[in-house]
């Protein structure tokens, strides 16, 4: 069977996590998510308190939350996903809040604790630019050695006027400065975007999408910007100041975003998940396979693939 892409043996016109996993290790593998009881630069007064302003308190959400240790949170996640995939690997996801920032030690006893737990094959941390010392650097090189470790950056935009404005923290160019030193030591890096954030236009989108295109990342999450109850974010759209993109404007943009990028970049995620009693708008982002299909349709209709416009 002829398929549309290269890096795809289904229907799917761009590069799928499932599909890299499965080539990775043979099989299918999962994410399994941890709040480690972490906290943000952003938050603490380092570089600002509040967080983002769509931020409500990390996004840890779907984790079981640190009231239990690591390898309990693990074991209720692995217990959750082998309902439906028996026995399957785990990737321990180290999602709530900037999880590189603490003192080495304590970064290494967490990480060390997930790996030990049986069944899972690698970790992946969420984390900042600004919060990536040489020595945390040093430890991670190391790690990805030894494991599939994954460090995921969130740059949202490489807009600083749109960083200002959602409180982000630091520039574009601390971004690249920290991108470029884990590239330098060999460590996959997954580049988190969001799409709708307040004042940027879908030009303002596809620049970002092309710029970190340029940088060739081993992955990149796309995600639609949710309003969640009580961040500042909810305040602005109940007061008639911020409009959330269209399913039809979303879809629109990440298609003609996955053109620009590399087609051997994973692509690890195309919308995310808003967790539903605390989701204000856009609530049609609930309907994810709606969202999902949505954007396979459009890339077949202008029959085109991740990578089409990438040079």
């Not at 060390?112 to 690698?122: N, P």
């Not at 970790?123 to 430890?139: C, F, K, V, W």
């Amino acid at each position: 069977m002829e398929h549309p892409f290269l890096y795809a043996d289904d229907n799917k016109r761009y590069h799928t996590l499932a599909y890299h996993l499965k080539r990775r290790f043979g099989r299918r593998v999962f994410k399994a998510s941890i709040d480690a009881g972490f906290t943000c630069p952003n938050l603490d007064g380092t570089r600002g308190t509040g967080g983002c302003t769509y931020c409500q308190g990390g996004s840890g959400a779907f984790a079981p939350g640190p009231a239990f240790s690591i390898t309990r949170q693990i074991q209720i996640e692995q217990a959750r996903i082998h309902l439906k995939w028996k026995d399957a690997p785990v990737i321990a996801y180290f999602q709530a809040h900037t999880n590189t920032y603490a003192p080495l030690p304590i970064l290494q006893k967490k990480y060390e604790e997930a790996l030990a737990v049986e069944g899972v094959c690698g970790l992946s941390l969420a984390t900042r630019a600004d919060a990536l010392s040489p020595e945390t650097i040093d430890y991670l090189a190391e790690l990805s050695q030894r494991t599939y470790l994954t460090v995921e950056l969130g740059l949202q935009t490489i807009h600083d006027e749109t960083a200002v404005r959602i409180h982000r923290g630091h520039s574009y160019t601390e971004f690249n400065q920290a991108y470029q030193a884990l590239k330098r030591r060999g460590i996959r890096v997954c580049v988190h975007l969001i799409d709708g954030l307040p004042g940027e236009t879908f030009p303002m989108m596809l620049e970002t999408a092309r710029a970190v295109g340029q940088l060739r990342p081993d992955a990149v999450k796309l995600h639609l910007l949710h309003i969640l109850r009580g961040t500042p974010l909810a305040e602005a759209y109940t007061a008639g100041r911020f409009t959330p993109m269209t399913r039809e404007a979303y879809i629109h943009t990440v298609c003609t975003q996955l053109e620009w990028l590399p087609p051997e970049t994973v692509i690890e995620r195309v919308t995310g998940d808003g967790q539903r009693e605390m989701l204000l708008a856009p609530l049609w982002s609930l309907d994810k396979i709606a969202v999902l299909g949505g954007i396979d349709r459009e890339l077949a209709r202008r029959n085109t693939v991740q990578g089409a416009r990438f040079s």
